[in-house]
């Protein structure tokens, strides 16, 4: 069975993460994406100690889908330089998995 992946990142705002959630899934990168927020993100930034509110979002892909995922999380990401990190998937139901693979299937064409 295919290998799988859960994929984080995170936006300023809700309607960021929902455009960019729905970029993601629309282009079969991920079968799905949860967004949590708003969450306290505690962080350096530029030399500087900062907190803020952050809408995290959690995809689930293929990990031979993820290198195109994170090309194009850093090309419409509103961030200059935003969290892309990934996490294995080690264990979850045959029949969630068997969806996560057939939904990122690359649409032949593409």
Request: net charge negative; glycine share 8%; hydrophobic share 40%.
């Amino acid at each position: 069975m295919t290998d799988f992946l859960q994929v984080a990142t995170a936006t300023e705002s809700r309607e960021e993460a929902e455009k960019l959630a729905g970029s993601v899934v629309t282009a079969r990168l991920a079968a799905g994406a949860q967004i949590v927020g708003p969450v306290v993100s505690v962080f350096w930034h530029q030399g500087e100690f900062g907190t803020g509110e952050e809408w995290q979002l959690l995809f689930k892909t293929r990990a031979d889908r993820y290198a195109e995922l994170e090309e194009h999380l850093l090309e419409h990401h509103p961030w200059k330089n935003p969290e892309v990190s990934a996490v294995p998937i080690v264990a979850g139901s045959d029949a969630y998995l068997r969806w996560v693979e057939r939904t990122t299937e690359p649409e032949s064409g593409n």
